[in-house]
């Protein structure tokens, strides 16, 4: 079994910035890739960043400039680095991994809320 726990979500105002961490556990043979996604009251889940094993890192438009995704695999880590928030960036983001136990999984974390004040 394989558990994703966020943390580093809160309330932050407008301009300011925040780092969420998402920590793996379990019977982890390789993580291929971890993400983030995000979720707003009345809207869709919708990718944030994720990055594969090797490094490789896409962003949606909206992020693109202001948020940088970041892995430690030696604690099996991702971060996302997010400044210049902005109102609509408030949801609760969720950690994403693609995992290979004894094969290949996915994965979600219960979610953090963001919330970014006008």
């Known amino acids: 079994q394989v558990q994703l726990v966020e943390s580093g979500g809160g309330l932050v105002q407008a301009g300011g910035s925040l780092r969420l961490s998402c920590a793996a556990s379990?019977?982890?043979?390789?993580?291929?890739?971890m993400g983030w996604y995000r979720q707003a009251p009345g809207k869709q889940r919708d990718l944030v960043a994720t990055?594969?094993?090797?490094?490789?890192?896409n962003y949606a438009d909206s992020v693109k400039g202001r948020f940088t995704i970041s892995r430690d695999n030696a604690k099996n880590t991702v971060y996302l680095q997010m400044n210049s928030l902005k109102p609509e960036d408030t949801a609760v983001y969720y950690c994403?991994?693609?995992?290979?136990?004894?094969?290949?999984?996915?994965?979600w974390g219960p979610g953090t809320q963001v919330t970014v004040s006008s």
């Open positions: 379990g019977n982890i043979f390789s993580i291929k890739a």
């Open positions: 994403n991994a693609l995992i290979i136990t004894g094969m290949l999984n996915e994965y």
């Open positions: 990055i594969s094993s090797g490094g490789s890192a």
